[in-house]
Each structure stands twice: as C-alpha cells, then as structure tokens.
C-alpha cells in the first residue's frame, strides 16, 4: 500500500488479497487489460497509476475492479493465455506441411 497526495494506492498483490483471488489471476487480468488498450479496446481493468517500477490502484478503482470480477465468467481470458506447446506447434507445423504436399502432388498430375 502507498500513500499519494493523502491517498492510497493499493498493488496487484493487495488487490489479490482483497478479493480473495490468486496473485496469478490478477496479473493475468491487469497483462489482458494491457493487450485490450494496446488494440485501442477499453481495458477491463481501470488504467493504473504508476509509482516508481508499479502499478497501483486507488481504494475506488479497487471497489470498481471488485464490481468488474463479479460479470467475469470462466474462460474469458483463454485466448489471452493460448500458448501453444513445441507439440502443439510441431503437430500444426506438420498438418500444414501434409497439406502443400496434397497441393503439389495433385497440381503435378
């Protein structure tokens, strides 16, 4: 918590303790709100305040967050944290590759 002009500010750990979600879930949520505004999207967090090398929230941007969390439903963020495994990629890489090999077998004929 810090203090600012006689008001506080509150981290994305504090605010993980308030609402009573894990650290990792509110990180998640503030990295999406950050993609959101980069695409020119409201962010569904507030934008947060910066002090020093954090990011901070005032106690109403926090009542705010906590009235957002409540319309957040399962998988919102799912195309957020897609990351694919070596697998994954590799299994695409060669559906792709067995593709232009039916592409250049059936142009030959």
Do not use: C
């Not at 999207?41 to 967050?65: C, D, F, N, W």
């Not at 906590?66 to 890489?93: H, I, N, P, S």
């Amino acid at each position: 918590m810090k203090r600012s002009n006689g008001t506080l500010f509150y981290s994305l750990r504090e605010i993980s303790i308030i609402l009573g979600k894990d650290y990792k879930t509110v990180l998640r949520w503030f990295k999406f709100s950050q993609e959101q505004r980069k695409r020119g999207i409201e962010g569904m967090l507030p934008v947060p305040t910066q002090i020093g090398r954090g990011h901070y929230y005032s106690e109403a941007e926090v009542k705010l967050i906590r009235e957002r969390v409540k319309r957040f439903k399962r998988g919102m963020f799912r195309e957020f944290k897609a990351v694919k495994t070596t697998y994954q990629r590799l299994k695409d890489e060669n559906e792709r590759l067995k593709e232009k090999i039916k592409e250049l077998e059936g142009g030959g004929s």
